[in-house]
């Protein structure tokens, strides 16, 4: 049978399926106009933008890779990059730690309303913003009146100014995000474990395997499958924090806080450099895809050994 008498069956093939199923393609098309025109636009147009000489209001000349060239060379980028990687870093590997963490010991609390009174006490920082959120830790944390060296001086310490201070900026900065973010990611957790055979542990409890040995040989392992998704999400999101840099960073820590997107913000809506702005935000992107490519790698090598 000849390609060309192949190719046209494939065609009716797609046509019948597309005939056959049509109500369905009709329902779906709304959301497929919809990330087309306010995803996948934007997308294309930023990457156009990157190519060009982009002016508002101003004519746009074709500039090449003018712009990814600059970025190579630009040390304020690169030492943005390694502020993300140092606190992105810190937050993946802390936050995920403590969010499974938070998760066991969740599962080990019996009486039910204490248990639902911890978890909401746990996950209401998730609701707050970063604004609120630097508020409230700005203020536990003043040199002068925050409750906390208030707390230091009790002990006959000398008060840490912990928001200027380039050596403790960036600790600060992971253990705020992991105070945030832990309650998030320790329902997720939880939920998947309420999704464990008990009869699992029926089993190992008549063995005489201890509670801990039921979270280490059981529970942890029917984790696997959420914290492979869980970690992925928040190893696309390492990349892309912006809001917790944009409202903590101050000028005596700015070399220490300053991420990859807020200097993005900064170079494309501050100082008007779109264009600029645009090229580095395809940079991250091409980072974050090949991160997540790795991770995947690695995930499926370990599935098969």
Known sequence: MSSITLKKKSSKDLLKLLSKNKGIYILILPALIYFAVFSYFPIVNGFMMSLQHYSI??????????????????????RAFRNTLQIGGGNLIVGFIMQVLLALLLNEITHKKFKKLTQTIIYTPNLFSWVAIGGIWISLLAPDTGMVNEIIKWFGMEPINFMTNVKIIQPV?????????????????????????????????????????????????????????????????VLRMFSQSYVLTNYAVIDKTQVAMTYTYSMGIENFRMDYGSAIAFIMLLFTSVFVLIYQMFVRKKEVD
């Open 57 to 78: 209001g101003g004519e746009h000349t074709f500039a090449g890779l003018v712009h990814y060239r600059e970025i190579l060379t630009d040390i304020d980028f690169w």
């Open 173 to 237: 900065f992971i253990f705020l995000n992991t105070w945030k973010s832990a309650g998030y990611g320790c329902i997720i957790f939880l939920a998947a474990i309420t999704g464990i055979d008990k009869n699992l542990y029926e089993a190992a409890a008549i063995d005489g395997a201890s509670r801990f040995k039921q979270t280490l040989y059981i529970t942890i392992p029917g984790l696997y499958s959420t914290m492979k998704v869980v970690f992925m999400l928040n190893l696309i999101s």
